[in-house]
C-alpha cells in the first residue's frame, strides 16, 4: 500500500517542478488576450452595419412604393393611349363610311340590288364599332367588374386590336367595291368602243 502512495506523491512532485521551473513562455500560450481598442472598434462597426442595414430596408421599402406608382401610372397611360387609338379609330371609320361609301354608292356601276348589300356590310362594321365605344366608356366611367387598372389596361387595349381590324375591314371592302367599280368602269369603256365600230 505504501508503494503506490509514493509514485503518486512522485508524480506530483514532478508535475509542480515543470510547472515551477518552465518558462513564463509557455504558461503564457494558452491565455487569451483582449485587446479593448479592437472590441470598442468592432462594437462601432457592428453599430455602424446595423444603420446601414435599417437604411437599406428603407431604401428597399421607398423603391417597392415607387415601382407600384410607376405601375399605376404605366397603366394609366396604356389606357390613354388605347382609348386615345379607339377615338382616333372611330373617327377615321366614320369618315370612311361617310366619303368612300357615298363614293361608291353614287357610282352608276354599282347595281341598284347591290345598294342594299353595300350599305349592311358597312353598317354592320359602324354597329360594332358603336358597341365597342359604350363598353369601353362603361369601363373608363364605373369601377366596371371592379378592374384593377391592369386588367382595365388590357381589355382596352383588346378593345384597341378589334378597333384596329375593324378599321383594315372597312379598307379592304372599300378597296374591293371601288375595285369593281373600276373593271365595270373599263368594261363599260371597252363594250361602248366595240359598238362605235
Keep these: 500500500m505504501k ?41 462601432k462597426q457592428l453599430i455602424e452595419s446595423a444603420k446601414q442595414t435599417s437604411n437599406l430596408l428603407k431604401t428597399v421599402e421607398f423603391l417597392k412604393q415607387q415601382k407600384e406608382r410607376i405601375e399605376q401610372v404605366s397603366n394609366v397611360i396604356q389606357q390613354l393611349d388605347a382609348v386615345g387609338k379607339l377615338i382616333q379609330n372611330n373617327q377615321y371609320l366614320f369618315n370612311m363610311v ?5 363614293e361608291i354608292l353614287n357610282s352608276p356601276y354599282i347595281k341598284p340590288d347591290e345598294i342594299n348589300r353595300v350599305t349592311a356590310s358597312f353598317e354592320e362594321i359602324i354597329d360594332r364599332s358603336m358597341e365597342s365605344v359604350d363598353y ?10 371592379k378592374m384593377s387598372d391592369a386588367e382595365r389596361a388590357t381589355v382596352l387595349k383588346d378593345y384597341e386590336t378589334k378597333s384596329n381590324e375593324m378599321v383594315a375591314e372597312v379598307q379592304n371592302k372599300t378597296r374591293r367595291y371601288k375595285e369593281i367599280i373600276s373593271f365595270r368602269k373599263m368594261q363599260d369603256h371597252i363594250n361602248n368602243r366595240e359598238t362605235e365600230f
Design 3 to 43: 508503494y503506490p502512495l509514493n509514485r503518486n506523491i512522485k508524480r506530483f512532485l514532478v508535475t509542480l517542478s515543470i510547472t515551477l521551473f518552465s518558462t513564463g513562455h509557455i504558461v503564457a500560450q494558452g491565455m487569451p488576450v483582449y485587446d479593448n481598442t479592437n472590441f470598442i472598434s468592432l462594437a
Design 98 to 102: 361617310q366619303g368612300d361609301l357615298q
Design 136 to 145: 369601353v366608356n362603361k369601363i373608363l366611367t364605373s369601377d366596371y367588374l
